[in-house]
């Protein structure tokens, strides 16, 4: 069996998933020679029609939107097309010239329950793309594309055998079959057959010795006794998309589109070449020469193209661009998935992505350096720690609580800092404080502790001594007062 | 007259709470059914069985502790939180208006589940809040608004302390607020830490010192923002 999917207007569709603004009213796709290529069913209905020069389309239709034919669109679309079709099978043929947008599968002993709903699947994921396509499936390769000719949008249809395909040949004119010239339709007009069916019927020898070979071959197709050997073709798998612009962009919504484009013809990719992306990458150059590029390592290898979309969207939230958008390329990282698996007990994040969304808007509210997990810093200093990025990833089994010395248990109370240390007046007397007054407490010292000296880097420049003292102050609690560069400091309390 | 009498409920019930009216009716005053249950180490300073009710903490609330003084133990409340182990969620979280968190003296854990957010105003206070109350990798978050003066705190809106409840509701620990005085109206709770810290407290351990200020905390049911003169009395 053979199944035929053909995607109506497919250069005008796969131009048109990259023109947000330009999906209703009638569009028309212009070719280099500046010629209507093809154009929607609403520029139809105003008698525009293939072939037409832009000027005698206008003139038909004051309010149409006229679209150049984009390569690059469409080299995407076919990848997109071949990508949905793997899924049923990897024996595919593409369609080239003008079958551009047709693919045909070849299907070995297809079990037709489970066919018919991968067909739909497909039809509806094709339609999800803006790609509307039908479908055809029967014996021969070209009854399968009698089959989708007849088919409705986005529908399928079946021949299961010679009399279906009969009855449906007699709706079906002469130019439908591609081995007959415009020249050999003419002739056969001439002679009262109008129908692929009626053509059929003529005896072979006959025909063959009146149009000649054209005529034995297209016998042939009609009645079943030739299938066409399909050339079937693949496409090496890409993990990336670039997006040269004609009209760059200036919005955030704008790159959002095309961003949520890639995503969905990536996320197709993966799932064809069944990998995940571990990272992905995007890369913006601006009209004013200057580039921007971020690699985001995802918290969790995915092939979802929502999760990539909102994952980038919260980046360029943040990112603040001088200049319009001229180049945009988008690519991720592949990996096997099964590599990523973690183990039952592994995972410590409930929610990898929500917590990376989480830490990226804290970064656009507060900037990177705002927040962490604090860690001591390798030195004796009071004062110095270092803030280290809140893991996301899965957790690291070397920082398990076991494998670190438990120590001597804390004692006192830990300490609140006051963030700048406020500046004292210290009385002192037989070299001890006495009396502190500072903008939020002031007494007599009840009792005190210290001095406790402390120094170090004495090999750098920065060399730092500091002496301090714990000191209770009268009904105000328990505070750390420091001696440094010859002024008091009240550094912070006992909490 | 039914409509007046009826309002007139909603208005008393608003001044008792001390939210707004239709807020009021929303969320009545509720007894706390349900302690935290937590396992907070040896200490277990909010333990429920057979220790104080003050200490009872309710799950999923909005809880406000008021230190009266910058010596009266909220560090170690919120180091004592930050250490439980929560029924949900990964992380703990602090928002710090005022950087007061000290990484040397407060003792986290070797493993990276603390999250440190400094802040430097209101407006990112209450988003920075509003953000991570909505993550459910988060079981328990807590915000230090001792840094900001009183005229700061004014500039937050009552409607944006109940927005932050609902989120806290969410939460598995909930959200703790830690104030000079009192000012979050729509808190579910209010405990008050009153009794200044002394010298020898330096030399207890830290599950002594828990325990010393479970004995000394004043609890106070939603709406009521007057501290005892007992509390502040120390």
């Known amino acids: 069996m053979y199944l035929r999917i053909h995607i109506e207007n497919f250069a005008l569709a796969a131009a048109l998933r990259f023109q947000p603004g330009k999906q209703r009213g009638p569009v028309a796709l212009v070719d280099h020679q500046g010629r209507v290529f093809e154009c929607n069913s609403a520029a139809q209905g105003k008698d525009i029609l293939p072939g037409m020069s832009m000027a005698k389309a206008l003139s038909r239709c004051g309010s149409l939107q006229i679209i150049n034919q984009d390569m690059q669109a469409e080299r995407v679309a076919k990848r997109l097309l071949w990508n949905v079709a793997w899924q049923i099978t990897p024996q595919i043929e593409l369609g080239q010239g003008q079958d551009m947008g047709c693919a045909t599968l070849e299907l070995v002993r297809p079990d037709f329950q489970k066919l018919t709903l991968q067909i739909d699947r497909l039809l509806s994921t094709l339609r999800r793309y803006d790609l509307t396509a039908r479908a055809g499936l029967a014996e021969t390769p070209e009854w399968a594309v009698f089959a989708a000719i007849a088919a409705e949008r986005s529908c399928f249809k079946i021949i299961p055998n010679k009399e279906r395909a009969q009855e449906l040949m007699a709706c079906l004119p002469l130019p439908v079959l591609e081995a007959l010239s415009a020249e050999h339709c003419a002739i056969l007009e001439g002679w009262g057959i109008h129908t692929l069916a009626a053509l059929a019927k003529l005896p072979r020898q006959a025909l063959g010795e009146r149009i000649g070979q054209a005529g034995l071959q297209a016998w042939d197709i009609l009645n079943g006794q030739e299938k066409r050997r399909l050339h079937f073709s693949e496409i090496e798998p890409d993990y990336s998309q670039r997006f040269d612009l004609e009209d760059p962009i200036v919005d955030l919504e704008g790159i959002c589109f095309l961003i949520q484009r890639a995503s969905e013809s990536l996320e197709l990719q993966l799932e064809q070449a069944g990998k995940m992306a571990r990272s992905v990458f995007l890369y913006l150059k601006l009209e004013n020469g200057r580039t921007e590029q971020k690699t985001i390592r995802l918290p969790e290898a995915t092939s979802r193209a929502d999760l990539l979309e909102r994952l980038l969207r919260n980046y360029l939230e943040q990112l603040r661009l001088k200049a319009p958008v001229c180049v945009l390329q988008l690519g991720v990282e592949p990996v096997d998935p099964l590599s990523r698996q973690a183990g039952l007990f592994e995972r410590s994040v409930r929610n990898p992505w929500r917590l990376q969304e989480t830490l990226d808007q804290l970064a656009g509210l507060l900037g990177p350096d705002a927040f962490g997990c604090p860690r001591p810093s390798d030195t004796h200093h009071p004062d110095r720690f270092r803030l280290e990025a809140l893991s996301t990833d899965e957790p690291d089994t070397h920082s398990n609580s076991s494998t670190y010395p438990e120590g001597p248990p804390e004692m006192g109370p830990p300490m609140r800092r006051f963030y700048p240390p406020l500046a004292a007046k210290v009385l002192i007397r037989k070299g001890r404080p006495v009396h502190i007054a500072t903008d939020i407490v002031q007494g007599d010292v009840e009792r005190c502790n210290g001095p406790y000296c402390l120094s170090g880097d004495w090999a750098d420049k920065e060399i730092w001594a500091l002496a301090e003292w714990d000191v209770e102050i009268t009904q105000a609690g328990v505070y750390c007062l420091r001696w440094q560069k010859e002024r008091w400091q009240l550094i912070g309390a006992y909490d | ?234």
């Open chain 2, 1 to 234: 007259m039914a409509r007046e009498d009826t309002a007139g409920i909603f208005k008393a019930l608003a001044g008792k709470t001390g939210m707004c009216p239709a807020t009021a009716l929303l969320d009545p005053v509720k007894v706390a059914e349900q302690p935290i249950g937590a396992d907070y180490g040896g200490a277990s300073l909010l333990s429920t069985e057979g220790k104080s009710p003050a200490w009872e903490l309710p799950q999923r609330q909005m809880i406000e502790c008021v230190c009266t003084g910058p010596s009266v133990g909220g560090q170690s409340f919120l180091e004592c939180l930050i250490n439980a182990s929560w029924p949900s969620g990964v992380f703990t979280a602090l928002v710090d208006a005022g950087h007061g968190f000290d990484p040397g003296s407060l003792k986290t854990g070797p493993d990276n589940h603390f999250f440190w957010v400094q802040v430097r105003s209101c407006k990112q206070l209450t988003k920075a809040l509003d953000i991570i109350l909505r993550d459910d990798n988060f079981a328990f978050v807590a915000a230090d608004l001792r840094g900001l003066s009183n005229a700061q705190l004014q500039t937050i809106q009552p409607f944006v302390w109940y927005r932050l409840q609902r989120l806290a509701h969410q939460r598995a620990g909930g959200c703790v607020v830690f104030t000079r005085k009192p000012s979050v109206r729509c808190a579910d709770r209010r405990i008050a830490l009153s009794r200044a810290r002394c010298l020898d407290d330096l030399d207890q351990s830290r599950e002594t010192l828990l325990t010393d200020i479970q004995n000394s905390v004043h609890y106070m049911n939603r709406g009521q923002v007057t501290i005892p003169e007992a509390a502040i009395a120390g």
